[in-house]
């Protein structure tokens, strides 16, 4: 999202500040212990990842970017996705020239699917934020309210079904919709963001 709405010149910032929220983030949270050399590359591709969208997406869908019409949400998503492939492609690369991956196939496809829902989801909200979309083309305080609500919404039915228990047999899959209602409230009511 920052590629996107920043000016090309000023790439260099953004992406040289992710680096130390990375290493700490995978050196504090991710399990087994990472070698130093296996979170240069993850924080490598990553910004490759990022580079790529941006570049790829930059001349399509305009600069600030526009989302709000079906061809630059399309671009976006399928040069996202692109993006991502060959990113996590390098990735999986650089791991099995470390020895963190065995089996090339197994590895790209997990981080290609945690970091597609990643890239399809944030940056655009984000982007619609800094557009003043967020809630719409015409915004009241209506609107702001009724997004607040949704949110709460999607928290206090989210906590209990996606926090409280792990995953497995015993999680109803009934639970994992209830917060559609509220999704649903929010992409009829208030707007594309």
């Known amino acids: 999202a920052a590629l996107l709405l920043a000016p090309p010149r000023y790439w260099w910032m953004y992406l040289l500040g992710v680096v130390p929220a990375h290493l700490h983030v995978v050196a504090s949270f991710q399990l087994p212990e990472v070698p130093i050399v296996v979170m240069l590359c993850q924080v490598g591709s ?35 996705v692109l993006a991502t492939a060959v990113a996590s492609a390098v990735a999986v690369w650089l791991f099995l020239l470390t020895g963190w991956a065995a089996d ?14 990643s890239i399809i989801t944030i940056p655009p909200v984000i982007v619609l934020a800094f557009a003043g979309q ?13 997004l607040a609500l ?3 919404g999607v928290l206090v039915v989210g906590i209990p079904v996606f926090g409280l228990d792990s995953p497995g047999p015993s999680t109803l899959p009934a639970l ?11 992409a009829v009511r208030v707007g594309v963001g």
Request: glycine letters at 6%; proline letters at 7%; hydrophobic letters at 60%.
């Open 104 to 117: 090339f196939w197994h590895v790209w496809r997990q981080r290609v699917l945690a970091n597609v829902f």
């Open 46 to 80: 990553n910004i490759l990842l990022a580079v790529l969208a941006a570049f790829a997406l930059r001349p399509l869908i305009g600069a600030p970017p526009q989302l709000g019409n079906h061809r630059n949400m399309g671009a976006f998503i399928l040069l996202a």
């Open 150 to 152: 949704i949110t709460v």
């Open 176 to 186: 994992l919709l209830a917060p559609l209602p509220f999704l649903i409230w929010a």
């Open 134 to 146: 967020l809630v719409g083309a015409h915004a009241t305080r209506r609107s702001y309210l009724e």
